[in-house]
């Protein structure tokens, strides 16, 4: 007997503390109650985890991982999914002093009353058959037990082995963590305590309804009384060429999982086709075993029956995060042997090649017994919550069992816990105390080291509000607008454990948030830190599910998710659009240059010495640094400052110190070219001094993207006068970049909250005014004919709060308008997408910029200009104007700061959607009217489309 000390022991909460310890090798778990302190083993006998980190309540620690339930007194499994008792350690306390022996088991006073009763002499008479030998089976015989049943039970497994856990087939078997016999539910000794009479290796092949026997494979026959149908499923096949070749694996058995363990060796190619828990779960093994991988999905996106699209989402930047690369909506035609792999031949015309191949596409529920007895089959054996089949004594569970609820639906499970918790609930009907299986659904997936456990059955139209927890944690809860539907965690077991309360609860939205409020984190931050890679973008547009009423809702995650972001910047700013950069007077003579950017890209504008203009991205091809660090000026070649490579104004490569190294050592590979190393250049065009450029090197000429209405009102503004620079402004905005197109699309704000405007007839409900779309809906112009305000009517000025006729000018010269431009408006703001606004107030002109850095914030550049005539007195009158109306003035500092209300509305409450359903007799595009949203949903018509979001 040696008893060890334990430091820090009197620290404990006397509420149920618990500590972690070593002691001669042996992780020990202590507990406190009060004066009185017992100590268990410290890892959960299911999986590693750590008990320490559990939760300690009424006597009991729940398993932080999945939520097993030990009693640490006894040490004794009281609930699933563990079956093996934790060790318990002897502990002294001596002057204060707490000691523990983990060479002997703890001391208990008082021996636990077994919930399995000794099987009595006078034996019940009747037999119990059960076929099926997987999790349901197993839970079902321990059951009957524990309801008292002491006949007969016999238990039929068509495999050799003895009843075991499926879960760790497709993660611990597979990464050689778990023994190759996998673990047990049902082993010899406690199959011999229980009296289970196990026929391993034996199917059963036929039964006899109305006799009341069954025929099994090895030829024998046996009488029942009644009967449990836990057959399981098999799994789903793919009905192509080549399906049959010995390279191409599923994972159903635990022969199959040491079959497909001996391919994933390191190096070698392996592809999974299907993209549920089990293909997740074997990629997550074949990357850590250091295989390639490649996901093959026929859906548009990831787990699209299991998951809510949100949910599946971060899962699929999980998994491409760790490695696995992910080809959604593609199917696979056919397997052919190839030089000793496989080929995947897929419906795209492209070739996949592998090493081998793991077909996870579902399973088909085993009914061949339950259709020889007529029993009613709906994608499973139909039964009642109490697992009773429509045949008296026939009952079902597990996979191959689907339970009609009480407003008649039917739901099939395929999870660990439905298949334990229904069979033992139709085990104890079966022995006479009828059980209902009404559980909140839980599942549980572990992979690429996240643990992700769901509670409930979200659907795909449930509102989602995240929670980020510490050390990347976060929880997802799903609601219908009224009541919490799901939650699912990643790495956040707590909340879980609170879910699941909250669900039987029919906990309501309302007091959800409320209950968020005082937990960690903030709630309604649906943000993701991680970026994604390039390249995968395509796949995530099918995981953003647009509200049903179309466009009068605009769902928040437009402007807040940074996937949706990512995907702005590959479909919309480095895809088929113009983006303006610059002014051709900003840059008039060769080795000119100035700093601009296409989204969040930098990009250098420079005249060259032949007077062409060129756009290129500003980054080094060397090592990435931004090498013009000037905003603007003049220059014979830009030199990086890092290691000295220069290039020149047509953005090519020129110099590489050292390029053929020092002594004949060192240096660039003799095949180098310059001309293969160059920044990457944007196609560039230019209409009246305007330069706008692209990355897409087959953009259609700009006067066909802008369209004929819009090209009007861009040449009444740039009407080949001769432009002169003015100055610059620029300030940032805590807000997404479309908002400000949002807000030069919506003539309804302009009268209700700019004072200026609409009291000095600039623009006001009365006025001559127009919001002009091109076709596209993405280009617009806000136009509106200056009045001196007496048109207002009475009515119309109750309506506008922000309408003082009292208020004037000290110089009303501020606001004459010189007619100058063939348009028969005096105010106009056009948006050319998606980067640029055209500002002509009166007779001030300016051209402003739009660069993104991110969902939640853009920079806007603004360019004042008038033109080249201008006399000193009509550039005075534009500044003046400019001042009045820029950033800092009575117009832009209101548009952002109301800019910035609407993001802090939906950063910091439960996420909602955007109502945008004025004018509805113009459901999308150009309308006469002020009050009217239709502009807007001409704009998320075509922004939809671009993303591919439907």
Known sequence: MTWTPVKGADALSPDGGVMAVTIDNVAVA??????DYLATGNICTHQYALLSDGFVENGCVECPLHQAVFDVR????????????LETYAVKVEDGQVFVDVTRPAE???APADNRIAMAEERDQRCFAIVGGGQAAASAARALRDAGFTGTVKLFAREQALPYERPPLSKAILLGEAPLHGPTLLDGPAAEQLHIELHLGVAVTAIDAERKTLTASDGETHAYDQLLLATGASPRPLPIPGA???AVHSLRTLEDAIAFKRALQPGRHIAIIGSGFIGLEAASAARQRGCEVTLVEAAPRICSRALHPMAALRVHKLAERNGVRILTDVQTTAFEAADGGVALKLNNGETLRADSVLVGIGVIPETALAESLGLEIENGIVVDRFGRTGLEGVFAAGDAAVTRREDGTLLRLESWQNAQEQAAAAARTMAGQDTAHDAVPWFWSDQFAHNIQMLGLPTADDQMIAKPGSNGAETLYFHNGERLTGVIAFNDPGAIRRGREWLRRGLSVDALNRLLENTAGAAGDARLPAPLRRGTMSDLSNYYVWPREGLTRVPDWVYTDPYIFELEVERI???????????????????DFKQSNVGPTPVVVSRDEDGGI?????????????????????????VCPYHQWSYDLKGNLAGVPFRRGVDGKGGMPKDFKTCDHGPTKL??????????ASFDHDMKPLEDYLGPDMLREFDATFDGRELKLLGYYRNSLPGNWKLYHENLKDPYHATLLHTFLVSFGLLVAGNKSQMICDETGLHGAMASAKSDGTNVSEENRKEMRAYRPEFQLEREDMLNFIPEFNSEWSVTMLTVWPNLIVQREMNTLGVRQIVPSGPDEFVMNWTMFGF??????????????GNLMGPAGFLGLEDNEAIKFVQDGMKRTQPGEHLVALDPDTPAGTADTLISESAIRAMYQSWRRALDIE
Request: proline share 3%; aromatic share 10%; glycine share 8%.
């Open 30 to 35: 202590l507990y406190r109650f009060g004066e």
């Open 74 to 85: 006894t040490g004794k499994a009281l609930s699933g999914p563990v079956s093996k008792d």
């Open 108 to 110: 208990i006073s008082e």
């Open 244 to 246: 049959d070749l010995s």
């Open 573 to 591: 700013f480095h895809g088929p659009t113009w983006n303006y950069v610059a002014l051709e007077v900003e840059i008039p003579n060769a080795g």
């Open 614 to 638: 060129n756009v290129f991205v500003n980054r080094c091809s060397h090592r990435a640094a931004q090498f013009c660090r000037d905003l603007r000026g003049n220059t014979e070649e830009f």
């Open 683 to 692: 196609k560039v065009t230019t209409r009246h001094g305007v330069v706008f």
């Open 868 to 881: 080249a005539d201008d006399d000193e007195e009509m550039t005075r009158h534009r500044l003046r104007q």
